[in-house]
C-alpha cells in the first residue's frame, strides 16, 4: 500500500524553465510534509518542508503547494539550473515519514 | 561537525553471514532511523529510535536489530543475510522535538547478499 505516491518517474526540463514535480499521498493523518533531494552515491538531503496548516512555502528557487482536499503537493524550481538534476523525493508523515519512490529530474542545458 | 556517518560504504555478504552497519550523528539529536532503498523505490523504515535506550519497529524490521546505547551511535544488525536484504541503506537523525523536523542522512551503505 503505497501511501505516498510520485507517479513520474523521471522528468526533463530546459535550463532556465520551470519545473514541476508532483506528489499525492492517501493517509488524510499526515500533516508534515517534505521533499529530499538525493545525488547518486550521497544520502538524500533536505530540501523545502510544509506543515499542513499552509498551502504554501518558498525558500529561494524553490516553493512547495499543499493542496490537502486533492491531498496533493508540488515542488516548484524557478528558474532550473544545471545543479538541479538529481532525484527527488517526497516525503509525509505525523511521527515518521513515508516517502514516495522519487523523480529522476535531468536540466537539459 | 561531521553529520551522519555510516560504515563501511560497501559490503558483499554470503547468504547466512552476519554483520553491523555503524551510524554515528555528533549533532546530538534524539531520533535516529534505518531506511532501506531498493532499487526503483522510496526510502521503507527499518527501525528507529527516539533517545538512547529506546527503540522501535518501522515498516520493514524483519531480518534486522537495532540496538541504542548512547546518543550518537544507532547500529543495525543482521543476523543472517538473504538476498532480499541487498539494497542500500541509509542512517539519518532529526533534531530534538518533531520528529518529522528535518532528517539529516549518512551517505549510505551498499550491501550486496550473494
Known amino acids: 500500500d503505497q501511501q505516498v505516491k510520485q507517479n513520474s518517474p523521471s522528468l526533463s526540463v530546459q535550463e532556465g524553465r520551470i519545473s514541476i514535480l508532483n506528489c499525492d499521498y492517501t493517509?488524510?493523518?499526515?500533516?508534515?510534509f517534505l521533499w529530499y533531494k538525493k545525488y547518486p552515491a550521497e544520502g538524500p538531503t533536505f530540501l523545502i518542508s510544509i506543515s499542513s496548516i499552509k498551502d504554501k512555502n518558498e525558500d529561494g528557487r524553490f516553493t512547495v503547494f499543499l493542496n490537502k482536499s486533492a491531498k496533493h503537493l508540488s515542488l516548484h524550481i524557478v528558474p532550473s539550473q544545471p545543479g538541479d538534476s538529481a532525484v527527488y523525493f517526497c516525503?509525509?508523515?505525523?511521527?515518521?515519514?513515508?516517502f514516495g519512490t522519487g523523480t529522476r529530474l535531468t536540466i537539459i542545458p | 561537525n561531521a553529520g551522519v556517518t555510516q560504515t563501511p560504504k560497501f559490503r558483499i555478504l554470503k547468504i547466512g553471514q552476519s554483520m553491523t552497519l555503524q551510524c554515528t550523528q555528533d549533532?546530538?539529536?534524539?531520533?535516529m532511523y534505518w531506511y532501506r532503498q531498493d532499487p526503483g523505490m522510496g526510502l521503507k523504515l527499518i527501525y528507529y529510535?527516539?533517545?538512547?535506550?529506546?527503540?522501535d519497529k518501522g515498516e520493514v524490521p524483519n531480518g534486522y536489530n537495532v540496538s541504542r546505547s548512547t546518543t550518537e551511535d544507532f547500529p543495525l544488525r543482521l543476523e543472517l543475510a538473504a538476498p532480499s536484504q541487498t539494497s542500500v541503506y541509509f542512517c539519518?537523525?532529526?533534531?530534538?522535538?518533531?520528529?518529522?523536523?528535518?532528517?539529516?542522512f549518512g551517505p549510505g551503505t551498499r550491501l550486496t547478499v550473494l
Open positions: 549533532m546530538n539529536h534524539n531520533y
Open positions: 529510535s527516539v533517545g538512547a535506550g529506546i527503540t
Open positions: 539519518a537523525s532529526t533534531s530534538p522535538g518533531f520528529s518529522t523536523d528535518t532528517q539529516y
Open positions: 516525503a509525509a508523515g505525523s511521527e515518521k515519514l513515508t
Open positions: 493517509n488524510s493523518m499526515f500533516d508534515y
